[in-house]
């Protein structure tokens, strides 16, 4: 192995046998963990002979130029609007704030479909962004895209069974009564397309939402939802028939808006890999500005504490 190229933001390497790329990795980058040099390579961190490579089985041969980024982070990928949480050859899981939509729906909308695929267009992959479940334009949180057809139909196809946790965090309007409970309704669009409730079958879909009261005040309360179904405004249309409407709901709420935004955050995100099958686990902390109404940090998770499986897998 020889390293006679360098540059400050890589290490490099001349490949002098033939080989797989994670297995060359492995034996020769010994400066990094297995762990970490997956990471990597799922993070778009390693060139070879000047293009990006995710490939854990690409070949490579005597003579090939390998460069190894020495920062913790994707350099390609800026955005103010996205953050990449996790990414493999299949798909991405992103973390989008409020104010962006999940995919088109206008000419010059801002959109993470848009924002994923100029980034796959400029890290070269062949590859677009495939919308398998949204968040509306206020609510923030996890989502996750696949990068081709056949994946976003496996996710797609059987989606109850491959996402078997979603919470999301909110602030809602008013002191909860209960610490814990469940609300089960129909629901169902008008022409105006208001989403409305019926404790009996209006031919509609049934929805179900748990919920666990984190914290409250004399003016709102902190409330984890868990979502057993997942139907259009769900959250919202639950939590003011429960006579506490998210804060910033507009649609749905009574006015009270303590931050400038629909305090609604999709915070837990737990799938099993359409490809691979692994369980992966998601979990975002808790929005600041939520945080900040209860004298808390947000940096206290309210989660059960799972580690986050597959995290830095490469497939």
Sequence with gaps: MNSNFSNKDYQCYVVEETDTLLNWLLNHVTHLSKSKLKATLAGRGIIVNGKQITQFDYPVTPGTKIAISKSKKNTLFKSKYVKIVYEDR?????????????????HASLNVKKVLDSYFKQSKQKCTAHVVHRLDRDTSGLMIYAKDIQTAQLLEHDWHHNVYDRRYVAVVSGEMEQDEGTIANWLKDNRAYITYSSPEDNGGKFAVTHFHTLNRTTEHSLVEYRLETGRKNQIRVHSADMGH???????????????????????VLCFYHPVTHRPMEFETPIPPAFAHLFKVSHKNQPYSGRTAHGFNEVE
């Design 90 to 106: 299949y798909l991405v899981v992103i973390e989008k704030q409020a104010g962006i939509l999940s995919m088109a729906a206008g």
């Design 245 to 267: 409407p998210v804060c910033g709901d507009h649609k749905y709420g009574n006015g009270d808006n303590p931050i400038g935004r629909l305090c609604l955050h999709a915070y």
